[in-house]
């Protein structure tokens, strides 16, 4: 389970994120949706302790993969010795690389060096470290950016087996409302670090209606 | 988890340039010196060696540093790594112990020095025994020191220039040695004393101990450092 309760961080004078409230169950994909700078990695960050709340607290229940927008790896290592060296500093064992290299679709990149991977094939290989070891919660920050269209429908199928097939509880942000109706169960909308609605994922239309009215009303307020 | 970090980070330092243009650059510097030295000596003596190299050591050695943190925080690597509560000690412990390897590969070619001087003169055994023992804990010392100024920031420049002042800073403590009340206290700190005696054959377990305690204390607070980021 993933739990954030009254979450505030404030960068020097101003605050990123303020009063933030929200659970992700186990088998569940939350979509994390919010405008650019609303407070969505700084959210994230919070709930993985990279950064400490100035009020409130975070919990992530056993073990968590993470996923960062702009995922690096070490240019020098081949993925498989990329992935070999994280399985070992999460403690599981290396037996678990070749069913995350198959997972995530990067197993004929095996023996490649990180230097010459696409931005698409490095955010997959940041996706199989994050599956190492079969973490009990999943904080995935825009997951499909970069990714080819197909790379997106196979990235979507596992997200969502993940929470259906592995009962984890899945936190993922994204930019884009289609990949929130397809794949999550709930969504979580943050507009100046302020989470103004939270509500089950419903069709498209009907969320992109809902988005664009809270922005827009947040915009005016 | 330490193994797993020390082999990582010799791999990603040696498909890098800058251990080959450093050890390069060493050698370079090292010899024109020592022959220099050798030639006002006119006598074939292993002893100037030490210093010269502890000195241009101090210089190099932010270099193969500077990148073990500060990289990692810059590029995002770090982050992957403690959200998945990985702690800072292994981390700490396995990038000193690549860069002091490091470290030692980049000098071990100064015993070709000894072995051309052989050819002149019967330079003693301990002088030289002695004094790469004070070269190797002199550089554990330096690569911690620059280790921690790794872990203090996200710049790998400015993490070679804090790590080449706080070197500096030990190197020339002795310097104050005339000042009435701090000069004996001073000359304790001076990594370049140490290495002096080491250096003329004596080595004595005081020094041995400093050194050690100056690697212990500089990788506990790189420790402290590192887990402090998410303080910032």
Known sequence: MIRASGLTRRFGGREAVRDVTFAVEPGEVVGFLGPNGAGKSTTMRLLLDLLRPHGGDAAVDGSVGYLPEQFAAYDALGVRSYLHFMARMKGVGTDDVPRVLEAAGVADLARRPVARLSKGQRQRVGMAQALLGRPAAYVLDEPTQGLDPKQVVDTRRLIRSLATDDGAAVLLSTHLLAEVAAMCDRVVVIVRGRIVAEDRTTDLPDLEAKFLRLVGESELA | ?232
């Open chain 2, 1 to 232: 988890m330490t193994r797993a970090v020390v082999r990582k980070d010799l791999t990603v330092l040696w498909a890098s340039p800058i251990p080959y243009v450093v050890g390069a650059l060493f050698h370079l510097a090292l010899g024109l010196l020592y022959v220099d030295q050798l030639e006002v000596r006119r006598q074939a003596v292993v002893q100037p060696l030490f210093p010269l190299a502890g000195f241009l050591l101090l210089v190099m050695a932010p270099l193969l540093t500077m990148r073990s943190f500060a990289e990692e925080a810059r590029t995002g690597t770090l982050d992957v790594l403690q959200a998945a509560r990985v702690r800072a000690a292994p981390m700490v412990l396995g990038k000193w112990l690549a860069a002091w390897m490091t470290g030692l590969a980049v000098f071990a070619p100064a015993l070709l020095f000894v072995l051309l001087l052989s050819w002149w003169g019967e330079p003693d055994a301990g002088p030289v025994i002695a004094g790469f023992a004070g070269l190797a804990l002199f550089t554990a010392t330096l690569t911690g020191l620059g280790v921690l100024a790794s872990s203090l920031s996200s710049s790998q420049p400015v993490a070679a220039i804090v790590a080449l002042f706080l070197s500096l800073l030990f190197w020339f403590a002795d310097v104050a040695d005339q000042a009435p009340q701090a000069g004996s206290l001073l000359l304790r700190f001076s990594l370049r004393e140490r290495l002096r005696s080491f250096a003329s054959g004596v080595v004595d377990t005081s020094d041995v101990a400093w050194f050690v305690l100056l690697v212990v204390a500089t990788l506990a607070l790189a420790a402290q450092a590192v887990e402090g980021r998410r303080l910032r």
